[in-house]
């Protein structure tokens, strides 16, 4: 799961549909990243971190 | 500018298993046609300019591919691989649509093998719905998927304008057929006969697919309130309709074959033409109850045992259309005697597996609905009536009452589906997942 963009996109009032409309994206490919069950590419991190004002690691680094 | 990049992976994958299916299928239908004609004592072993298009262009695709894309698969690589089949797929569909059409002046009946003209194209038609709908709801993603987000006047103002533009595609290609066929065979009738063809192809396909993008948009817009999606319930509801038909053609026919020959002129023409409309009816159930089975798919969780079979029901009705598409192929080349011995030993048996086969995965199906999903214990009278029918209609087909028997399972058949969908609707207990369909956060 990727609680990290969830909480991100709750914080800017996105919505799932919301966010892959201003990204060009699927509302099911938002909700695949965001339960972990697809890993975008570097290209599409960097568009969501740019919508939802983080870094990438503050929305996609691993915790150990 | 939508560019998902997961549904242009996904579309890449699904255009190379696609273009496989679709070459195995056409070698299979191929094989068998070629075949009969060799036991009919034909030395023509021909296919048709549709199927050499399928085989090598399709074939150049899998090649080309394997060989480009072998090494160095990192993530740009792999990318640019299914670009290039997304982009080969829709070539390959164009270029086999573009063939079939432009060589319908020049397809001899010999080539057919007694078949008629479109029967590969429909079972490819079928089985490429049953595995797009299979594989797009698997893998989350939504026919229309770059404008279905939109409102619905825009979604639909789209939807009509791709169908504007299929039929403006089709055009093209059926004129020039219908004038090479005035100008080879000086036939204006052959020459309508395609143009009707046009009108009759387009209008199918337009209605085929405004109906997907209508369950589409119903699903997607409806609520997360623990039902079914609207979509699956509409799709039910046409399949009840559409097994109406096919129960009804199903009475007509053994009232035919049963009655007194005499009584009924150009019988023969009459039950050719029943049994042919049936089987293109049987066609749309196939492809009606996979788009409902889908649908559920991607409503119940994966890894259940609901789960499991209704991707055994996908599999089987894939394997049902391309039955009922070669049985006709093989008996044109079997004797008469050949056909006597098959449909009254080998018939039997074969109905009697298919029998089991059906009643196990009913009770499966019944089963997983009852217990993950909590629908009504009622659903348990379904394949208890079926077995039920079975031997009523066993007792009656024994005491030469061959129809009132074929009447009874019409109707108890037609009953249990009927009282599927009436709980399959009233349904409310799905799991409300995290994905909000709502729009809220």
């Known amino acids: 799961m990727n609680e990290k963009m969830k909480q991100a996109r709750t914080e800017k009032k996105l919505s799932q549909a919301e966010l892959a409309r201003i990204i060009g994206v699927s509302r099911q490919t938002i909700n695949m990243i965001e339960k972990g ?28 | 500018m939508f560019n998902d990049e997961r549904i242009n992976a996904e579309c890449g994958k699904i255009y190379s298993r696609g273009i496989l299916l679709t070459v195995l299928i056409t070698l299979l239908y191929a094989m068998s046609r070629t075949v009969t004609l060799v036991i009919q004592g034909s030395l023509h072993t021909v296919v048709t300019y549709t199927e050499m298009m399928i085989l090598i262009f399709g074939i150049g695709i899998l090649f080309v591919g394997t060989l480009r894309f072998r090494k160095n698969r990192d993530e740009r690589i792999v990318r640019e691989q299914h670009s290039f089949y997304k982009k080969a797929g829709k070539a390959f569909i164009v ?26 194209l429909i079972l490819l038609e079928v089985i490429g719905c049953l595995y797009l709908f299979y594989t797009f709801k698997t893998k989350e993603i939504n026919f229309n998927y770059s404008f279905i987000a939109e409102d619905g006047s825009r979604y639909y103002r789209q939807v009509f304008l791709n169908i504007g533009g299929l039929f403006l595609c089709l055009f093209p290609p059926f004129l020039l057929a219908s004038a090479w066929e005035l100008t080879l065979h000086e036939s204006w009738a052959g020459a309508l006969t395609i143009l009707l063809a046009y009108f ?7 209605v085929e697919y405004f109906f997907i993008s209508l369950v589409e948009k119903t699903s997607y817009d409806s609520m997360n309130d623990g039902r079914l999606a609207l979509g699956t319930r509409i799709t039910a509801v046409v399949y009840l309709v559409v097994s109406f038909s096919v129960s009804v053609m199903q009475c007509v026919y053994v009232h035919l074959v049963t009655g007194n020959l005499l009584e009924t002129p150009n019988v023969g023409s009459v039950i050719a033409f029943v049994s042919q409309q049936k089987l293109r009816i049987e066609y749309l159930s196939f492809v009606l109850v996979g788009l409902a089975v889908c649908h559920l798919l991607s409503q119940i969780k994966k890894g259940t045992r609901l789960y499991t079979v209704c991707r055994i029901k996908m599999l089987l009705l894939s394997l049902a259309a391309i039955e ?23 018939d039997p048996w074969l109905s009697f597996v298919s029998f089991i086969i059906t009643l196990t995965l009913w009770i499966l199906f019944v089963h997983s609905l009852v217990k993950e999903l909590g629908l009504s214990r009622i659903l348990w009278l379904i394949p208890v009536l079926r077995v039920a029918v079975t031997c009523i209609n066993i007792f009656f087909v024994s005491q030469n009452m061959i129809r009132l028997g074929t009447y009874c399972q019409q109707t108890v058949e037609m009953g249990c589906l009927i009282l599927l969908v009436i709980v399959m609707w009233r349904y409310r207990g799905l799991e409300i997942g995290d994905d909000d369909k709502s729009g809220a956060l």
């Open chain 1, 37 to 64: 069950d697809y890993n975008p590419t570097i290209g599409l991190c960097r568009k969501i971190c740019k919508v939802l004002g983080c870094t990438l690691d503050d929305l996609f680094w691993e915790e150990n």
């Open chain 2, 95 to 120: 270029a086999v649509f573009g063939t079939y059409i432009l060589t319908i002046p020049f397809t001899t009946e010999e080539m057919l093998g007694g078949q008629s003209h479109n029967h590969l």
């Open chain 2, 200 to 206: 009759s192809s387009s209008i199918g396909l337009s």
């Open chain 2, 324 to 346: 009922a598409t070669l049985t006709p192929v093989w008996y044109r080349a079997l004797s008469d005697h050949a056909i006597r011995f098959f449909v009254n030993t080998l």
